[in-house]
């Protein structure tokens, strides 16, 4: 059983937990609930956002972040959120979407405090007081370390480390890796007609946890690579353990001649110009780890741009479900799940690639979001059936 003792200097009753609305972000009003966490007297805030739960209590990561203002914030946490219903769905996970985000109190704060993670878990209590509605995991600035913190606090939390390597736990970057490699094995042989990654060019952006997983597995699969990263020291990493990426400047990747581009680090870098200055290097596919990569990540538009440009978009949340999948099964036997991911991710891709392959006229963000939707709607109806009220559409257009 987690120890659920809070820190002595955090009681619940100075933590002030209130449900707002969307209505400054019309955009977003499909959410079934939005909370605002914050702590007055040490000047901390965090939102949760609940997208949906029809397919059972949402599931997302806790992101650290420093922001401008409380809007920047919220339009962040609606954003996510949001994605999580259709990762989760695709991921045909029991869980439906959310997110939560801590808002650091200074720019040069890269991680939470063991005050800021105690003050957010008192709020995660306070929310799942009643019907649980939220499971909180590792995100940007967020890892193992936080989650085993967190868990001192509250339960609702998937992570924290394992109790032996038999067992699901730890940080689920690998497993996202290892979904995205598969995947792109699938799509470099429908798009290049090649049988493995040998000799294939891969520009990488981003070499952290996930995207240094994956450079270890393209590196042994005989794959060149070139990247780029924000931290120097991830180079220097990989190089110890053997895997050589060419490095090139931030701006520059997109300009790197190569067979498949990989964004693996923040959202919205495929923009209009950048995917046509990646078509410009010969750039055939698309396939990474990154969350929400299109610039218009809700309308799909830089995916019909790649399909217009004749370019193979592997959409984000099909091929980066692995952590996703590996976080919901926390507790459970390692191998099967580790089995589970490494077969269900690129099936479920490759179900969705032979629909795009004789659909001509659609892209592959649109398939993938039908595939997903298709899932939550079953549930949704499902749900109404059983309650016996007509359920709200949370689906949108």
């Known amino acids: 059983m ?20 969307a209505a400054s972000h019309p955009q977003y009003m499909d959410h079934e609930k939005i909370y605002k966490i914050h702590a007055p007297e040490q000047n901390i805030t965090a939102f949760v956002g609940i997208h949906n739960t029809a397919l059972g209590p949402a599931l997302g990561g806790i992101r650290f972040k420093y922001y401008e203002d409380e809007n920047t914030a919220l339009t962040d946490v609606l954003r996510l959120s949001e994605a999580m219903t259709w990762k989760n769905a695709a991921g045909n996970l029991d869980h439906g979407g959310g997110k939560s985000v801590i808002m650091a109190p200074s720019a040069d704060l890269r991680h939470p405090t063991d005050e800021i993670l105690a ?13 649980p509605v939220y499971f909180g995991a590792e995100d940007m600035n967020t890892d193992e370390t936080s989650m085993n913190k967190l868990l001192e606090t509250t339960r609702w939390i998937k992570g924290g480390t394992a109790p032996s390597p038999d067992v699901v736990g730890g ?18 042989r429908h798009k290049l007609g090649k049988e493995n990654l040998k ?11 996930v995207g240094g997983a994956l450079a270890q597995y393209l590196h042994e699969q005989g794959a060149i690579l070139t990247g ?17 990426v060419v490095r090139v400047g931030l701006n520059e990747i ?3 001649p190569a067979d498949i581009f990989a964004p693996n680090a923040i959202g919205g870098t495929l923009t209009d110009t950048n995917i046509k200055r990646l078509k410009t290097a010969d750039v055939q596919i698309v396939c990474g780890a990154a969350n929400n990569q299109q610039q218009d990540q809700s309308g799909g538009h830089q995916s019909r741009l790649m399909h217009d440009l004749d370019m193979l978009y592997c959409p984000d949340y099909i091929v980066n ?3 996703v999948i590996w976080v919901a099964k926390v507790g459970q036997d390692a191998k099967t799940v580790t089995k589970e991911i490494s077969t269900g991710v690129p099936r479920r891709f490759e179900e969705i690639l032979q629909i795009y392959e004789s659909a001509t006229d659609q892209d592959m963000a649109s398939l993938a979001a039908r595939y997903a939707r298709r899932r939550v709607e079953t549930a949704q109806s499902q749900n109404s059936q059983n309650t016996g009220t007509e359920t709200h559409n949370m689906i949108g257009a």
């Not at 940080?171 to 699938?186: D, N, Q, W, Y």
């Not at 780029?228 to 050589?244: A, H, N, P, R, W």
């Open 2 to 21: 987690q120890n659920t003792k809070a820190s002595p200097h955090i009681k619940p009753e100075n933590i002030d937990v209130t449900e707002i609305s």
């Open 171 to 188: 940080t689920p970057s690998p497993l996202t890796a290892i979904g995205v490699f598969e995947c792109m094995k699938i799509a470099a």
């Open 119 to 131: 003050i957010f878990a008192q709020g995660l209590n306070i929310i799942n007081a009643g019907t």
């Open 321 to 323: 479900a692995g952590g």
């Open 254 to 256: 997109y300009d790197a």
């Open 228 to 244: 780029c990263d924000v931290v120097d020291s991830v180079f220097e990493d990989l190089e110890t353990k053997g895997v050589q």
């Open 199 to 209: 000799d294939v060019h891969i520009s990488m952006q981003g070499l952290g946890n």
